[in-house]
Each structure stands twice: as structure tokens, then as C-alpha cells.
């Protein structure tokens, strides 16, 4: 138990005792502060700013002072100095440190600059220690991800090319008021599927990528299918896809589905959304996120203004299998299990703590305040979830009846699904020669910075946190040119060949 008292410094200015440590000057706080900025030394230019435990927070108006564009984030031990968190544009305390890569994404957090109230050290010695270790994940897991980045880019970007050029049944989405159910492909989904196939009339269904197999071999027919995976493997899930494909320009597509109806989706913080809206592509305002769950919540709440709830959204390990069957990674495993390699060998690493799963459930977590009042996760009644994503709740088919009835009752007339049209777009070989075109434009004028950071997002990272940038922007342009060379290549490969 920490016994903090506060008194008045010398110079006038509140000061505090935490356990007999001073946390600030018994003369001059003020001062004090001043002096701790002043000994600052960043060898890049931080575009954020993080301090551990600033207690009353005398350095905020010093840090603000000395780096203008930053944002200044501050970390709490303990709730006390809470009055003082509008000095930042931002707090969090000690465990909720994971949620500034969430919230702020990899690029801020590699290009932040960690500091730490030193006297706050002494004090929280265990708070201190179990903050830096966090902060130490937090850059870890920020640099995997870019580094993910930075080896998919070329792929993702041929992607992009290949759909702008590829595409022929095109789609837009008009918003409804029907309720909506997401099929996930966790598990739980089994547990739904009778449910999800006896209510099917009463809902618009949207299924995951992963999700499909288990409903089409249930017999049920999804409204809508979404995928965002940019990876070769992605397109296991979707080789057979018989409704409508959402999917953003760069998600990795197989050839076959570009015959079937597409409904284009759209980042816009990066070139696919130039690209699409250069080629007279139509298309629907997406969230990037690092899951596909992610991505469709919000795609449903933009959608319809009704409830939409979530099947098969487990986001946690189980024993055996950790997908619903069917399920197309499990089919392509199956042929390699041997004698000596069984099934049970490949499926334990499986039940293992996963990484990626406990980013993707804490970032619902973060989001709960925003979607919870519109938003449920639904399993049967026999089945109960062992996690929980904050403040979203998990209800059965019961409370779901409950629910959109009440819902249904509220509108005072009959809900209606969201309506898929579909849209009239220019021809492949005009479409090819505009991407031509920006290709070129941007080869001879140098890439924007949202191209960059698709494209060269190592690269640009470096030049931002760079005090010298001359040398890294000559690399930039010489990557980037060399770059744009290639797809111009790769765009006339592709010509050639609808050409034989």
C-alpha cells in the first residue's frame, strides 16, 4: 500500500511524499521539471511520447514545449494523480498499456519516445518494472507487424493491381435496418449452425472467410462472404464462394472468383482506394484491422442500423480443433498426417497461448464501449464462451429472439435486409491504362507518403525517426522507382496474357 501525502514546495507549487520518497522538489517542481525535459536526448524526432508515472505531471507543459507535433501519452501506477491526466492528450494505466498499439497502430509506437519519471521508480518499484517489460511487448509486437508489412508489401500491391484490372461483376451495398449475424469460425459456430439455419429468414448473414465452409456444408446459404487476408493461403477459404465477395482491393483472391459478384471494399489509407476510385470502381468504406472479424463487425454496423451479433467468435484456444469443420486448412493438413506426424501432434501446438489471438480479443475488448449497445456475441445455451471481450455480451438464441423481436416491434414496420446492386464499370483495357498511367506519374514525381507506407513502410519508418533524412529519402526514391517499374511490368504481363 502505497501512503502518498502532498504538501506545498517552497516555491508555492503542490508537491507529494509517496512512502517517504519524493515523487517531486520540496523547493521548486516546477523548476525541477524543466531541468528533467532539458536532459532529454532523442536521436530521432519523436512523432509520440511516453512517460511512466509523471505523478503531477509538472513536466507536461516542458515536453509540449520541446516537441510541438508530438503526442503525449502518460502511464499511471496508481489512480491518484487522475486529476491531472488532462494535462495529456492522452493516459492509460499500467494494464492497459496493449492498448496503444490498438489504438495508435505500429508506426506510432516505433516512432515513440519512452521516458520515465525517474523518482516514481523508487516508489513503484514492481508497477515500474511490470510497465517496461509491457512497453518492451508493445515495441516487439509493433516491429513483428511491421516487418509482416514490409515482406507482403510487393504482394499486396500486385493484388491491388490484379483486382482493379481483374474485376467485371462489380457491387456496391445500400444500408438496411434487418438484424445481422456474423459466422465466425470458432468452434462455438457448431453449436449454431441448427439455430442459425431454423432462423435463417430473419437476418442477413455474413460469413467469414473461414466461416463459409462450415455453412455451406449446413446447407446455408450466407448473403455475403468477406475476406481482407492479403496471404496466398487466404484463398483456401474462398476457392468455392457462391454469394457475393466483399473484399479490399488487396486481399489475395483466386482467379475464378473475379466471375462471381465482387463487392469492392475500401481502406482509403493507402493506393488501393486511389486506384479503385481512379478506375471508376465503386466501392464501401472498410476498417483495416488485423483480423477479418474486426473488419466485418464494422461492416455490419455501417450497414444496417439494427442489432448484429456474432457466431463462432471465440477468439481463445481449445482443445482439438480450433476451427469449425469444415474447414479448409484442416482438409490440406489432413493429407500430411503420417504414422510418426499424427493429427494429435499437429493439432497440440494448437491449444498453446497464441499471440495473435489475444491481440485480436483485446482489441474487441478496447472497442466494447463503442459497439456493445448494438452489438452480441450468440452461442447456444449448453455452450459457454471462456473469455470475455469487455463489455459485449454473450447471450443465447433465446435473448436473440428477445432481442431483434423487440427490435422489430420498436421499428413499427417490417425490417429490411441491406441491398446489394450491382454497379456499371469502365472496361479492363481503359482500367489498365489509368493504373499505367498513375504508375508513371508517380515514378516521375516521387510517392506520397500514404503510398510509402504500403509500399516501403520500413523505409518510411526510418525516415521519420530520422534526424538526417537526406541520405534515407535518396534510398526511398531508388526503391520506390525500381518498385514502380515492376508492377508497370507486371501490368503489361497481364495484358499479354487476357491477350493469347
Known amino acids: 500500500m502505497v501512503d502518498i501525502q502532498f504538501a506545498e514546495s517552497k ?21 525541477e521539471a524543466d ?3 532539458g536532459t532529454l536526448a532523442f536521436d530521432f524526432n519523436p512523432t509520440m511520447v511516453v512517460i511512466t508515472e509523471p505523478a503531477l505531471s509538472y513536466c507536461s507543459q516542458f515536453l509540449r514545449k520541446r516537441f510541438p ?13 487522475d486529476q491531472y491526466n488532462y494535462l495529456w492528450d492522452k493516459t492509460f494505466h499500467c494494464s492497459q498499456i496493449h492498448q496503444i498499439l490498438s489504438i495508435y497502430g505500429e508506426d506510432m509506437v516505433l516512432s515513440a519516445g519512452f521516458i520515465s519519471w525517474q523518482p516514481s521508480q523508487q516508489v513503484f518499484p514492481d508497477a515500474h518494472n511490470q510497465c517496461w517489460e509491457m512497453i518492451k511487448n508493445l515495441v ?7 516487418g509482416t508489412r514490409a515482406y507482403f508489401s510487393r504482394r499486396w500491391f500486385k493484388n491491388t493491381l490484379s483486382f482493379c484490372y481483374r474485376i467485371r461483376n462489380s457491387h456496391t451495398i445500400k444500408k438496411g435496418t434487418s438484424t445481422i449475424v456474423l459466422a465466425a469460425s470458432g468452434p462455438s459456430l457448431e453449436s449454431s449452425l441448427d439455430a442459425i439455419g431454423k432462423n435463417r429468414g430473419r437476418f442477413f448473414l455474413i460469413a467469414l472467410s473461414s466461416g463459409l465452409s462450415p455453412l455451406l456444408a449446413a446447407g446455408i446459404m450466407p448473403d455475403l462472404c468477406i475476406s481482407t487476408d492479403g496471404g496466398y493461403w487466404a484463398k483456401k477459404h474462398i476457392m468455392r464462394c457462391p454469394t457475393v465477395l466483399a473484399v479490399p482491393a488487396e486481399a489475395a483472391i483466386p482467379g475464378q472468383c473475379f466471375e462471381g459478384a465482387i463487392l469492392p471494399l475500401k481502406y ?15 466501392s464501401h468504406v472498410a476498417a483495416r484491422n488485423g483480423t477479418v472479424s474486426g473488419t466485418a463487425l464494422e461492416l455490419a454496423l455501417s450497414i444496417t442500423s439494427g442489432p448484429v451479433f456474432a457466431c463462432g467468435l471465440d ?23 503420417r504414422r510418426l506426424t499424427p493429427k494429435e501432434t499437429r493439432l497440440y501446438p494448437q491449444q498453446l497461448p497464441s499471440k495473435s489471438l489475444e491481440i485480436y480479443a483485446q482489441w474487441f475488448q478496447n472497442q466494447s464501449q463503442r459497439f456493445h449497445q448494438r452489438f452480441y456475441r450468440l452461442a447456444t445455451e449448453d455452450y459457454s464462451y471462456s473469455n470475455r471481450l469487455g463489455h459485449i455480451q454473450d447471450i443465447d438464441w433465446k435473448e436473440f429472439d428477445t432481442i431483434i423481436s423487440q427490435w422489430e416491434k420498436d421499428l413499427g414496420c417490417p425490417p429490411t435486409h441491406p441491398e446489394i446492386c450491382r454497379e456499371k464499370i469502365p472496361g479492363a483495357v481503359s482500367r489498365c491504362k489509368t493504373l499505367k498511367e498513375m504508375l508513371l506519374k508517380y515514378k516521375e514525381q516521387g510517392l506520397p507518403d500514404t503510398w510509402l507506407a504500403a509500399i516501403l513502410p520500413a523505409e518510411l519508418a526510418l525516415r521519420n525517426r530520422s534526424t538526417d533524412k537526406g541520405e534515407i529519402q535518396g534510398k526511398i526514391r531508388e526503391k520506390s522507382s525500381a518498385f514502380l517499374e515492376d508492377m508497370i511490368l507486371y501490368l503489361d504481363r497481364m495484358g499479354e496474357q487476357d491477350a493469347l
Not at 140 to 146: E, Y
Open 11 to 31: 516555491s508555492g507549487k503542490k508537491t507529494c511524499i509517496a512512502n517517504g520518497i519524493r515523487l517531486h522538489s520540496a523547493y521548486d517542481p516546477v523548476k
Open 35 to 37: 531541468r528533467f525535459v
Open 69 to 81: 507535433k508530438a503526442l503525449l501519452v502518460a502511464i499511471r501506477f496508481t489512480k491518484h494523480f
Open 140 to 146: 516487439q509486437t509493433s516491429r513483428d507487424i511491421l
Open 315 to 337: 477468439l481463445c484456444q481449445h482443445v482439438g480443433f480450433q476451427h469449425c469443420q469444415p474447414n479448409q486448412f484442416e482438409v490440406s493438413n489432413l493429407q500430411l498426417d
Open 268 to 282: 482509403g489509407d493507402g493506393p488501393e482506394g486511389e486506384l479503385l476510385d481512379a478506375c471508376g470502381i465503386p
